[in-house]
Protein backbone atom coordinates (compact mmCIF):
# COMPACT_ATOMS: atom_id res chain seq x y z
CA UNK A 1 0.00 0.00 0.00
CA UNK A 2 2.71 2.11 1.00
CA UNK A 3 4.37 1.62 -2.69
CA UNK A 4 1.10 2.60 -4.35
CA UNK A 5 0.19 5.40 -2.52
CA UNK A 6 3.81 7.42 -2.89
CA UNK A 7 3.82 6.46 -6.53
CA UNK A 8 0.15 8.48 -7.11
CA UNK A 9 0.45 10.82 -4.02
CA UNK A 10 4.24 11.53 -3.41
CA UNK A 11 4.08 11.14 0.32
CA UNK A 12 7.27 12.65 1.49
CA UNK A 13 8.78 9.87 3.94
CA UNK A 14 10.48 12.64 6.11
CA UNK A 15 6.90 13.58 7.71
CA UNK A 16 5.81 9.77 8.35
CA UNK A 17 9.09 8.95 10.19
CA UNK A 18 9.19 11.91 12.42
CA UNK A 19 5.82 10.85 13.01
CA UNK A 20 6.82 7.54 14.17
CA UNK A 21 9.75 8.43 15.70
CA UNK A 22 8.39 11.57 17.76
CA UNK A 23 4.97 10.43 18.56
CA UNK A 24 3.43 7.04 17.58
CA UNK A 25 6.67 4.95 18.56
CA UNK A 26 6.92 7.09 22.53
CA UNK A 27 3.26 6.70 22.78
CA UNK A 28 3.61 2.48 22.56
CA UNK A 29 6.75 2.66 24.18
CA UNK A 30 4.89 4.23 27.31
CA UNK A 31 2.05 2.17 27.28
CA UNK A 32 4.33 -0.97 26.87
CA UNK A 33 6.41 0.14 30.28
CA UNK A 34 3.12 1.27 31.77
CA UNK A 35 1.04 -2.24 31.65
CA UNK A 36 3.89 -4.36 32.54
CA UNK A 37 3.54 -6.41 35.60
CA UNK A 38 6.67 -5.28 37.74
CA UNK A 39 8.61 -8.01 38.97
CA UNK A 40 12.16 -9.10 39.53
CA UNK A 41 12.13 -10.33 36.11
CA UNK A 42 11.55 -6.70 34.99
CA UNK A 43 14.68 -5.66 35.73
CA UNK A 44 16.90 -9.11 34.58
CA UNK A 45 15.88 -10.02 30.95
CA UNK A 46 15.29 -6.60 29.80
CA UNK A 47 18.66 -6.04 31.06
CA UNK A 48 20.41 -9.05 29.69
CA UNK A 49 18.59 -8.45 26.24
CA UNK A 50 20.45 -4.62 26.63
CA UNK A 51 23.64 -6.27 26.70
CA UNK A 52 23.10 -9.02 24.16
CA UNK A 53 22.36 -5.84 21.53
CA UNK A 54 25.18 -3.92 23.03
CA UNK A 55 27.67 -6.68 22.37
CA UNK A 56 26.24 -7.98 18.90
CA UNK A 57 26.40 -4.41 17.79
CA UNK A 58 29.49 -3.45 18.43
CA UNK A 59 30.85 -6.80 17.45
CA UNK A 60 29.40 -6.25 14.12
CA UNK A 61 30.82 -2.69 13.88
CA UNK A 62 34.24 -3.95 14.41
CA UNK A 63 33.58 -7.04 12.34
CA UNK A 64 32.30 -4.81 9.20
CA UNK A 65 35.03 -2.28 9.31
CA UNK A 66 37.75 -4.33 7.81
CA UNK A 67 35.68 -4.51 4.76
CA UNK A 68 33.84 -1.16 5.16
CA UNK A 69 35.61 2.40 5.98
CA UNK A 70 33.40 4.92 5.90
CA UNK A 71 30.10 5.82 7.32
CA UNK A 72 27.79 2.88 5.87
CA UNK A 73 29.66 0.51 8.53
CA UNK A 74 27.40 2.35 10.93
CA UNK A 75 24.22 1.68 9.22
CA UNK A 76 24.99 -1.96 8.52
CA UNK A 77 25.61 -2.59 12.11
CA UNK A 78 22.44 -1.10 12.95
CA UNK A 79 20.68 -3.12 10.43
CA UNK A 80 22.36 -6.38 11.66
CA UNK A 81 21.21 -5.46 15.33
CA UNK A 82 17.58 -4.06 14.77
CA UNK A 83 15.37 -7.28 14.87
CA UNK A 84 11.58 -7.59 14.28
CA UNK A 85 10.96 -8.63 18.29
CA UNK A 86 7.41 -6.77 18.34
CA UNK A 87 5.11 -7.17 15.24
CA UNK A 88 6.54 -10.19 14.04
CA UNK A 89 8.08 -11.78 17.06
CA UNK A 90 5.55 -11.60 19.58
CA UNK A 91 2.82 -13.13 17.33
CA UNK A 92 5.47 -15.93 16.85
CA UNK A 93 6.12 -16.05 20.66
CA UNK A 94 1.89 -16.09 20.92
CA UNK A 95 2.08 -19.31 18.66
CA UNK A 96 5.08 -21.13 19.92
CA UNK A 97 4.79 -20.60 24.06
CA UNK A 98 2.50 -20.92 26.88
CA UNK A 99 1.68 -17.72 28.70
CA UNK A 100 4.39 -17.64 31.08
CA UNK A 101 6.83 -17.58 28.16
CA UNK A 102 5.17 -15.12 26.26
CA UNK A 103 4.93 -12.87 29.16
CA UNK A 104 8.84 -13.06 29.86
CA UNK A 105 9.37 -12.62 26.10
CA UNK A 106 7.07 -9.12 26.08
CA UNK A 107 8.96 -8.31 29.16
CA UNK A 108 12.43 -8.80 27.25
CA UNK A 109 11.95 -6.53 24.57
CA UNK A 110 11.41 -3.63 26.37
CA UNK A 111 15.34 -3.87 26.67
CA UNK A 112 15.58 -4.08 22.85
CA UNK A 113 13.83 -0.67 22.59
CA UNK A 114 15.77 0.81 25.18
CA UNK A 115 18.80 -0.42 23.47
CA UNK A 116 17.62 0.85 20.06
CA UNK A 117 16.98 3.89 21.82
CA UNK A 118 20.56 4.92 23.22
CA UNK A 119 22.93 2.89 21.92
CA UNK A 120 21.71 2.08 18.69
CA UNK A 121 20.82 5.85 17.67
CA UNK A 122 24.16 6.79 18.86
CA UNK A 123 25.56 4.27 16.45
CA UNK A 124 24.23 5.92 13.24
CA UNK A 125 24.38 9.35 14.39
CA UNK A 126 28.09 8.93 14.49
CA UNK A 127 27.93 8.84 11.19
CA UNK A 128 27.25 12.25 10.03
CA UNK A 129 27.70 13.95 12.90
CA UNK A 130 30.29 14.61 15.65
CA UNK A 131 30.38 13.00 19.36
CA UNK A 132 28.63 16.15 20.99
CA UNK A 133 25.73 16.46 18.34
CA UNK A 134 25.44 12.60 18.68
CA UNK A 135 24.58 13.03 21.84
CA UNK A 136 22.48 16.04 21.82
CA UNK A 137 20.70 14.61 19.07
CA UNK A 138 20.48 11.22 20.98
CA UNK A 139 18.74 13.66 23.92
CA UNK A 140 16.54 14.60 21.68
CA UNK A 141 14.41 11.32 20.81
CA UNK A 142 11.71 11.00 22.91
CA UNK A 143 11.86 7.22 23.33
CA UNK A 144 13.60 6.20 26.07
CA UNK A 145 11.83 9.20 28.15
CA UNK A 146 8.57 7.42 27.34
CA UNK A 147 9.73 4.18 29.05
CA UNK A 148 10.81 5.25 31.78
CA UNK A 149 7.57 7.38 32.50
CA UNK A 150 5.89 4.70 31.90
CA UNK A 151 7.89 2.42 34.44
CA UNK A 152 7.50 4.91 36.99
CA UNK A 153 3.94 5.97 36.41
CA UNK A 154 3.30 1.66 36.43
CA UNK A 155 6.02 1.46 39.95
CA UNK A 156 4.22 4.11 41.64
CA UNK A 157 0.59 2.83 40.51
CA UNK A 158 -0.65 5.73 39.17
CA UNK A 159 -3.69 5.23 37.14
CA UNK A 160 -5.13 6.83 33.63
CA UNK A 161 -7.49 8.21 32.88
CA UNK A 162 -9.57 5.59 30.70
CA UNK A 163 -9.42 8.53 28.13
CA UNK A 164 -6.25 7.98 27.97
CA UNK A 165 -6.00 4.67 28.28
CA UNK A 166 -8.61 4.04 25.49
CA UNK A 167 -5.66 5.55 22.90
CA UNK A 168 -3.67 2.96 23.29
CA UNK A 169 -4.66 0.46 20.52
CA UNK A 170 -5.01 3.17 18.26
CA UNK A 171 -0.99 4.04 19.04
CA UNK A 172 -0.47 0.61 18.48
CA UNK A 173 -2.12 0.12 15.52
CA UNK A 174 -1.16 2.97 14.34
CA UNK A 175 2.58 2.01 14.45
CA UNK A 176 2.16 -1.66 12.79
CA UNK A 177 0.50 0.46 9.75
CA UNK A 178 3.07 2.94 9.67
CA UNK A 179 5.82 0.46 10.09
CA UNK A 180 5.04 -1.63 6.84
CA UNK A 181 3.61 1.74 5.25
CA UNK A 182 7.12 3.18 5.22
CA UNK A 183 8.70 0.21 3.43
CA UNK A 184 6.29 0.86 0.71
CA UNK A 185 7.04 4.02 1.11
CA UNK A 186 11.12 3.34 0.55
CA UNK A 187 10.58 0.78 -2.49
CA UNK A 188 9.07 3.30 -3.87
CA UNK A 189 11.93 5.99 -3.78
CA UNK A 190 14.21 3.03 -5.65
CA UNK A 191 15.10 4.21 -9.17
CA UNK A 192 17.55 1.43 -9.61
CA UNK A 193 19.11 -0.92 -7.63
CA UNK A 194 22.93 -0.10 -7.38
CA UNK A 195 24.90 -0.50 -4.13
CA UNK A 196 27.97 -3.37 -3.95
CA UNK A 197 26.86 -7.26 -2.27
CA UNK A 198 28.59 -6.08 0.25
CA UNK A 199 25.50 -3.87 1.95
CA UNK A 200 22.74 -7.04 1.04
CA UNK A 201 25.35 -9.57 2.24
CA UNK A 202 26.19 -8.33 5.88
CA UNK A 203 23.39 -7.38 7.46
CA UNK A 204 21.58 -10.51 6.11
CA UNK A 205 24.69 -12.39 7.47
CA UNK A 206 24.81 -10.36 10.88
CA UNK A 207 21.01 -10.69 11.29
CA UNK A 208 20.59 -14.11 10.63
CA UNK A 209 23.76 -15.93 12.04
CA UNK A 210 26.05 -12.83 13.97
CA UNK A 211 22.55 -12.26 16.52
CA UNK A 212 21.99 -16.54 17.16
CA UNK A 213 25.67 -17.58 17.53
CA UNK A 214 26.16 -14.44 19.84
CA UNK A 215 23.15 -15.20 22.02
CA UNK A 216 24.22 -19.18 21.86
CA UNK A 217 27.86 -18.64 22.99
CA UNK A 218 25.98 -16.05 25.85
CA UNK A 219 23.70 -18.79 27.00
CA UNK A 220 26.58 -21.70 26.82
CA UNK A 221 28.47 -19.39 29.07
CA UNK A 222 25.41 -18.77 31.47
CA UNK A 223 25.18 -22.56 31.71
CA UNK A 224 28.56 -23.64 32.33
CA UNK A 225 29.88 -20.35 35.30
CA UNK A 226 26.48 -19.23 35.98
CA UNK A 227 23.04 -20.80 35.66
CA UNK A 228 21.45 -17.18 35.63
CA UNK A 229 19.18 -18.29 32.95
CA UNK A 230 16.27 -19.95 33.26
CA UNK A 231 15.24 -22.32 30.23
CA UNK A 232 12.35 -20.41 29.30
CA UNK A 233 14.39 -17.57 29.23
CA UNK A 234 16.42 -19.12 26.94
CA UNK A 235 13.55 -19.81 24.49
CA UNK A 236 13.02 -16.39 24.58
CA UNK A 237 16.21 -14.74 24.03
CA UNK A 238 17.12 -17.40 21.16
CA UNK A 239 13.74 -16.21 18.83
CA UNK A 240 14.18 -12.92 19.47
CA UNK A 241 17.67 -13.04 17.66
CA UNK A 242 16.57 -14.95 14.90
CA UNK A 243 13.86 -12.28 14.24
CA UNK A 244 14.65 -10.15 10.66
CA UNK A 245 15.57 -6.75 10.49
CA UNK A 246 12.98 -4.44 11.99
CA UNK A 247 10.78 -1.89 9.91
CA UNK A 248 12.44 1.06 12.40
CA UNK A 249 15.28 1.35 10.66
CA UNK A 250 13.79 3.03 7.71
CA UNK A 251 12.70 5.82 9.55
CA UNK A 252 15.71 5.91 11.64
CA UNK A 253 17.83 5.67 8.74
CA UNK A 254 16.08 8.42 6.86
CA UNK A 255 16.36 10.87 9.80
CA UNK A 256 20.09 10.47 10.30
CA UNK A 257 21.02 10.88 6.95
CA UNK A 258 21.65 7.39 4.99
CA UNK A 259 20.26 5.83 2.01
CA UNK A 260 16.17 4.46 2.58
CA UNK A 261 16.25 3.20 -0.71
CA UNK A 262 19.23 0.72 -0.27
CA UNK A 263 17.78 0.36 3.49
CA UNK A 264 14.38 -0.67 2.40
CA UNK A 265 15.62 -2.84 0.10
CA UNK A 266 17.70 -4.76 2.65
CA UNK A 267 14.62 -4.89 4.88
CA UNK A 268 12.67 -6.56 2.17
CA UNK A 269 15.05 -9.51 1.49
CA UNK A 270 15.88 -9.90 4.99
CA UNK A 271 11.61 -10.60 5.50
CA UNK A 272 11.17 -12.33 2.73
CA UNK A 273 14.44 -14.75 4.02
CA UNK A 274 12.54 -14.94 7.04
CA UNK A 275 9.52 -16.80 6.01
CA UNK A 276 11.99 -19.76 5.09
CA UNK A 277 14.58 -19.17 7.88
CA UNK A 278 12.31 -18.84 10.82
CA UNK A 279 10.61 -22.22 10.87
CA UNK A 280 13.94 -24.12 10.00
CA UNK A 281 15.64 -22.74 12.75
CA UNK A 282 12.68 -23.11 15.03
CA UNK A 283 12.79 -27.10 14.19
CA UNK A 284 16.41 -26.75 14.63
CA UNK A 285 16.48 -25.36 18.02
CA UNK A 286 13.82 -27.18 19.20
CA UNK A 287 11.74 -24.28 19.92
CA UNK A 288 8.45 -25.53 19.86
Given amino acids: ???VITKTLKINM???SKLL???I???VAFFAGYNIELSSLVLFSPAIFFVLFFIVQYSAF?????????????????LTVEKNTGYLGLPVAMFLFDENIVFMYMITIVGGVIAESSIGIYMISRGNYSFKQ????LLKIPIIYAVILGLFLNFANATLPDMVLSY???FKYTYSFLGMFIIGIGLAGIKSIKFGKLFLIIPILGSFVLWPCITLGIIYLDDIFYNFITNDLEKVFLLASIMPIAANVIPFANLFGYDTEKVSFVLVISTLLA???IPFIIYLLGLM
Fill in 275 to 277: LIY
Fill in 14 to 16: DDI
Fill in 25 to 27: TPM
Fill in 168 to 170: EDY
Fill in 1 to 3: MGF
Fill in 62 to 78: YIISIFVKDKRRRILSF
Fill in 21 to 23: IYL
Fill in 134 to 137: SVLK
